[in-house]
Nanobody
Framework: QVQVVESGGGLVQPGGSLRLSCAASGSIFRSATMGWYRQVPGKQRELVAQITSREGTTYADSVWGRFTISRDNAKNTAYLQMNSLKPEDTAVYYC????????WGQGTQVTVSS
């Protein structure tokens, strides 16, 4: 059974930075596409960024140039570096591992507020 665990959320002021981590168990990590999604109450979960097994990346327009997704296959961990944070980035951030099946983490809260 694959487990996905996010960490690194918290409260940050506008303009600040956070780095989220997503640790996954199992041997499929290096073959999987890893994605970061976010959700606010009353809205659908949306894709923030994803990175394929060959390290091809995709970003939502709203985070382009501010967020960077990366992965470390030796550590079975994906990261989301978030810079120049805005209040509208406030959400629960979820990590998704996609291979032959899809696995989600429990989410980590990011709050951007002064």
């Amino acid at each position: 059974q694959v487990q996905v665990v996010e960490s690194g959320g918290g409260l940050v002021q506008p303009g600040g930075s956070l780095r989220l981590s997503c640790a996954a168990s199992g041997s499929i990590f290096r073959s999987a596409t890893m994605g970061w999604y976010r959700q606010v109450p009353g809205k659908q979960r949306e894709l923030v960024a994803q990175i394929t097994s060959r390290e091809g990346t995709t970003y939502a327009d709203s985070v382009w140039g501010r967020f960077t997704i990366s992965r470390d296959n030796a550590k079975n961990t994906a990261y989301l570096q978030m810079n120049s944070l805005k209040p509208e980035d406030t959400a629960v951030y979820y990590c998704r591992l996609a291979f032959t099946s899809t696995y989600w983490g429990q989410g980590t809260q990011v709050t951007v507020s002064s």
